[in-house]
């Protein structure tokens, strides 16, 4: 079966939108333009429909197809007509879902998460492109939950002492010709979530506030009806709603692919 798929988009506080996103048949993208700088919404729209094109005709083994994705947006971008700016620049996350593997890659701040449903338990990450940068991460979830009047994870030494410096690549005109990030590979189950998002989203939500939104989603509703975790549109919309209620003042863009009873 095809998993469910939808996204939401919305400006925020900002003048022009320069995310894009698309979904398709297993699969998502979604791009920032770097803001403050040249083109950056078309490079973002460059490097999605770029990446939705390679990905679509090569759907027999997503990892090659996602490590070579950078390489296929830089060129996109760098053979544009009319030509960019030459220091247009563009955040770029990919998810493929095939055989029960969900494929994930990332540059810059956008982020592919995977979360499941745990019984008594809510929903929690199974695992994050981000989760490289276990210090960049951690500190962000820490300032996302205090801003949600949570109990913040703790920053445990550990963290600090295995994360290292945090480098912010993106694709660029002049960009990358050798892959920039590694592919995530996680075994799925059924009814997990794979969601990205633009930093307008989870710098505000965090891991705490997405995990939040999707256990309030699953509580029943009125008259009985059941909760909407499962609903790939509910979920983006709400978290774009929700991000932007809580002070995003950045564009804000969310993908959620749902993975059905039996993923081929």
Not at 31 to 50: E, H
Not at 96 to 121: E, F, H, P, Q
Request: hydrophobic share 45%.
């Amino acid at each position: 079966m095809t998993p469910a798929a939808a996204h939401c988009t919305a400006r925020g506080g900002r003048p022009t939108n320069e995310d894009a996103v698309a979904v398709g048949d297993g699969l998502a993208l979604i791009a920032d333009g770097v803001g403050g700088g040249p083109d950056g919404g078309r490079a973002a729209s460059l490097a999605v429909a770029a990446g939705t094109g390679w990905l679509q005709a090569c759907p027999l083994d997503p990892l090659p197809a996602l490590l070579a994705l950078p390489v296929v947006a830089a060129d996109a971008l760098a053979t544009a007509r009319p030509a960019l700016h030459p220091k247009a620049a563009t955040g770029l996350a990919a998810a493929r879902l095939r055989a029960g593997i969900g494929y994930a890659v990332a540059l810059g701040d956008c982020r592919v998460t995977i979360l499941r449903r745990s019984a008594g338990a809510g929903w929690k990450p199974v695992s994050s492109t981000a989760d490289h940068d276990a210090l960049a991460l951690a500190a962000r979830d820490v300032a996302a939950a205090l801003h949600l009047r949570r109990d913040p994870a703790v920053l445990t030494a550990e963290a600090a002492a295995d994360a290292g410096r945090r480098l912010l690549s993106a694709v660029r005109v002049h960009g990358p010709r050798e892959p920039l990030a590694p592919v995530v590979a996680t075994p799925l189950r059924p009814g997990d979530v794979v969601l990205l998002t633009t930093d307008g989203v989870h710098d505000v939500l965090g891991s705490v506030g997405v995990c939040g939104l999707l256990d309030d989603l699953d509580e029943p509703g009125e008259r009985g009806r059941t909760g909407s975790a499962s609903d790939p549109g509910r979920l983006s919309a709400e978290l774009v709603r929700r991000a932007l209620a809580l002070g995003s003042r950045d564009n804000c863009t969310a993908a959620a692919m749902v993975v059905p009873p039996t993923d081929s």
